[in-house]
């Protein structure tokens, strides 16, 4: 089945550090990645589409200059969170779907952020 | 707009059989999926409903029923380990039908 990895799984760091995700299709291509932030005892608030070669769709009220994404590659995308504050704390999802079409998304096991 | 709607919490005990609805509205529509997520964990795919009917993945089901934009997860003889949240989701019209919107989830528990 189509596998997903995420890097690094938990992450504690001070105020102002800025942190980057990694997500990476293992086993197949994907043109778009998504990525999810999601709170305690919440569902899953789409944050940004990642669109590979071009710019990341965000979502209303996402900060584009506070969470950079970049696609460069078919199975590589990357979540900066920049200047990193105790409100940034939260549980970060990568997702991605081998193609268009009637595919189920795949998670990546996620990322724990903790600013101190 | 769109949204979701699924109960909150469900309680069952083991072996019993347990349905969460999922009712949905949202800007087009290309099929309804179910995730598991454990606490700590990221989602796992459970099933997928493209169109009307039953889809059976073990003791796992999932049913859809696009002219009353509802559906639900069937889960069978119950056990401890599917203590869980559980999310459906529907693959909308944006992004080329590849955008996901997710429901607020279902936490269930399961007693002994």
């Known amino acids: 089945g189509a596998v997903v990895s995420q890097h690094p799984s938990w992450v504690i760091c001070k105020s102002g550090t800025s942190v980057k995700i990694e997500c990476r299709s293992l086993?197949?291509?994907?043109?778009?990645m998504f990525w999810y932030r999601q709170f305690p005892k919440q569902s899953l608030m789409l944050m940004a589409t990642s669109n590979e070669g071009s710019k990341a769709t965000y979502e209303q009220g996402v900060e584009k200059d506070k969470f950079l994404i970049n696609h460069a590659s078919l199975t590589l995308s990357t979540l900066t969170v920049t200047s990193a504050h105790p409100e940034d704390s939260s549980f970060y999802i990568c997702s991605a779907s081998p193609s268009r079409g009637n595919q189920p998304q795949h998670f990546g096991d996620g990322t724990r952020l903790s600013i101190l | 707009g769109q949204s979701l709607e699924q109960p909150s919490e469900v309680t069952a005990v083991e072996g019993a059989i347990v349905q969460i609805n999922c009712t949905y509205q949202?800007?087009?529509?290309?099929?309804l999926s179910w995730y598991q997520q454990h606490d700590g964990g990221a989602p796992t795919f459970l099933s997928y409903?493209?169109?009307?009917g039953l889809e059976e993945t073990g003791r796992f089901s999932s049913f859809l029923s696009r002219s009353d934009s509802y559906g639900y997860l069937l889960l069978q003889e119950l056990q401890m380990k599917d203590s869980a949240s559980y999310f459906c989701a529907v693959r909308d019209s944006g992004n080329y039908g590849q955008n996901f919107v997710f429901g607020p989830g279902t936490r269930l528990s399961v007693l002994p």
């Open positions: 949202t800007s087009g529509f290309y099929g």
């Open positions: 409903n493209g169109l009307d």
């Open positions: 086993d197949f291509q994907a043109t778009t």
